[in-house]
């Protein structure tokens, strides 16, 4: 779940248990994928039905039915029995100042938002909170952008359509054609109504092979109007690429006016895009800007060094709870 965030958690100092329920490679379920084959030295896949007999010091959780899942699969009750810290990836489905967080009721687990503009919008009741931005490991100053074409990631663009912002990305097209990597984007072209040479549908790539695919592009667009601050943004500053991004959630906060522009008015993002086709020069500046701030704020290493301190101070408590 939520692999290019998982990418950066495991890069800690720990051992990490990632549940896997497919046999012999075989994709796992919604609830037991693995690790999917991705080289994490520190991670291994591990059935369901073996996790009860290891030796397990905490438990993140990234979904409410995992909740449950803990107390299927190891037979003890997250928060009561085994420390458990939940990770929130996500805005509010439904109304951003109503909606009510499903730990709000809970002070046992602590709840960890991946931005402050996500605990802002939760009503997160009585749970114990925290943020602990994104960290990215730098892949390098790679940006050539020697390709005239816009470059952006959207996973399933087409389920998620204005979520992602995927409608905007006809109009933009106008400015500069567009590469859209990720899942379930071979069809998108037709779900547009534009031809494949303005808004290309470019598929999903392992993450080196993807970065030096980016790199290749003059400018990254980021068109989500209601996701969290999604890393793609973050690893396309670290590349070197100049940003144009609707200026929504944590977007306006994270992207600085040297590292490009933010904006909640296509016609101004489409006048940005052009700029940047047009001035290379401008746009490698820009690019590196970007990637200043990016190495300075989002850090793999003060990413963590903060789910460190979460860590320990999860089972501290649960210790120190246990003895009472």
Known sequence: MHGPWLNSFVQG????????????????????????????????????????????????????????????????????????????????????????????????????????????????????????????????????GELPRAATIINDPIPRWRITGTDLLAPLSLAAPIDVFGTGTADLPNALGVPPERVCGAGDFIQDQLHAELARRRVFLHTPRWTSLGLSVIEAMYLGMP???????????????????????????????????????????????????????FGIEQFLDRWDAVLAESTAAHRTLRKR
């Open 13 to 144: 100092k720990h051992r990490y248990l990632v549940p896997y329920d497919g046999r012999d490679g075989a994709p796992g379920s919604e609830w037991a994928r693995g690790l999917c084959g991705r080289p994490w030295p520190s991670a291994r896949d591990t059935a369901p039905a073996d996790l009860a007999g290891e030796d397990i010091d905490v438990v993140v959780l990234q979904r409410p039915r995992e909740l449950d899942l803990v107390t299927e699969w190891l037979g003890r009750s997250p928060g009561a029995d085994l420390p458990a810290v939940y990770v929130e990836h996500e805005t509010p489905r439904e109304h951003a100042a109503l909606t009510r967080h499903p730990l709000a009721d809970r002070t046992d687990i602590p709840l960890v938002h991946v931005t402050p503009f996500n605990r802002l919008m939760w009503d997160n009741g009585r749970c114990p909170t925290t943020v602990i931005p994104h960290g990215v490991r730098d892949p390098g100053l790679r940006y050539t």
């Open 243 to 297: 940003i144009v991004a609707l200026g929504t959630t944590e977007a306006s906060a994270s992207i600085p006016a040297d590292a490009g522009v933010v904006s909640t008015e296509p016609d101004i993002l489409a006048e940005a895009i052009r700029q940047f086709l047009h001035e290379p020069v401008f746009a490698e500046l820009t690019g590196k800007a970007a990637r200043h701030w990016a190495q300075a704020n």
